[in-house]
């Protein structure tokens, strides 16, 4: 009794000066595995289309950002897709400005749907086309300006639970003398792609900052001749064909924070079970398959979305007839950077 009441008064005693006793077995600290909060989830593209149509139709294109998305919100989060990252699905109608601003999250674009948007980085200017994908690395102003004839639709995926997590956010509206919220465009406005867009030769003494990947855009076409290319290899046991998108310069991925794969599972495929820390979030682009991921089971189809937590078994398969496309996101980079990442994987195919 004399020593709980000890314990009680040190304690008392150490909170007054900020202070706690802390043993490693106190929750929340040390778990044997990791035990997200991060929980995998499906959305359905036929659940989202009718809502991004009203959305479209009934939310103005504000003023402070000015977006119009839909965020893929996670159940198990106070906010964000992941713990790590949020995906949004931005709508932008025909004549619409969505004007300039810049952050400290890295951000990127996949497009979902449509044709004739632009995004303005640093001036360089990218077109927006099913499939492709565009990058606004952290610190970069941009604006996306939609000169086409039908809605665009397209998913954002930006690091901002992690900028949060880390409180190093920052944020910027544009103002320009001449050109107002929009930036002005570069005389040679696909400077990056000239640069650096075959991925195989670049100019010698184009000035790179190290990790910091210079290329900004990944058309739709290079990506399907790199995937046809590489469906002539051995198929990968957990997901058939997969190319991870790459910083041409150093080989690193895409963004520092945000890893992007395609892949293609075709018919019969059935992939073997893995897990790792870190979180995904795909995008079927084409086709349909299922994925167990620990219990669950998606069953999913073109213009699906879902996530996987960390450390969750999981396993692709296509029991169907036609090839299917998967795009991917994860954060893995950041993992591996700071010595974080495991994996295993399983032999059979089924998550147990
Ligand atoms: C943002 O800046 C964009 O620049 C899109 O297009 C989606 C979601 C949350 C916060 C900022 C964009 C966003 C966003």
Redesign the pocket.
């Known amino acids: 009794m004399a020593d709980a009441e000890a314990r009680r008064a040190l304690k008392a005693d150490l909170a007054r000066f900020n202070g706690r006793v802390s043993q490693p077995d106190d929750p929340p600290l040390f778990t044997r595995e990791p035990e997200p909060d991060v929980q995998s989830v499906h959305w359905r593209g036929r659940d989202l289309m009718p809502l991004l149509d009203r959305l479209g139709r009934e939310v103005d294109l504000g003023a402070g ?1 000015p ?1 119009r ?1 839909l ?1 893929l919100h996670n159940p198990g989060l106070a906010f964000g897709t992941t713990h790590t990252f ?1 995906g ?1 699905i ?1 709508v932008i109608l025909p004549g619409e400005v ?1 004007t300039a ?1 810049r ?1 400290s ?1 890295n ?1 990127f ?1 996949f497009i979902m749907h449509g044709q004739g948007s632009w ?1 303005n980085v640093d001036g360089e200017c990218y077109p927006m086309n099913e499939g492709d994908l565009v990058l ?1 690395p952290a610190g970069t102003w ?3 300006v939609h000169k086409g004839s039908g809605p665009m639709i397209w998913l ?1 995926v ?1 690091d ?1 639970s992690l900028m949060r997590s880390l409180q190093a956010t920052f944020f910027e509206p544009y103002s320009h003398p001449t050109t107002g919220n929009v930036q002005p465009v570069d005389a040679i406005p696909d400077r990056s792609l000239r640069q650096f867009g075959s991925g195989l030769m670049q100019p010698p003494r184009a000035p790179v900052k190290p990790g910091v990947n210079p290329l900004l855009a990944y058309s739709a076409a290079m990506a399907e001749a790199a995937l046809t290319q590489a469906a002539g290899l051995t198929s990968d046991p957990l997901d058939d064909v997969v190319l991870e998108y790459r910083n041409p310069v150093d080989g690193g991925p895409a963004m520092r924070t945000m890893a992007m794969q395609l892949q293609r599972l075709r018919p019969g495929f059935q992939g073997q079970a893995r897990r790792h820390t870190g979180s995904k979030l795909y995008y079927v682009v084409s086709g349909d398959g299922s994925t167990t991921v620990g219990d669950q089971r998606f069953d999913w189809r073109t213009g699906d979305f879902f996530t996987v937590a960390p450390w969750a078994w999981h396993a692709h398969s296509n029991g169907g007839t036609q090839e299917a496309t998967l795009f991917q996101v994860n954060d893995t980079p950041v993992l591996k950077a700071l010595g974080y990442y495991r994996e295993e994987t399983r032999e059979e195919t089924r998550p147990t």
Do not use: E, K
């Open positions: 950002g977006r998305t965020r949020w949004s931005q969505a601003h952050h999250a951000a674009r995004t606004t941009h604006d996306h954002d930006l901002i």
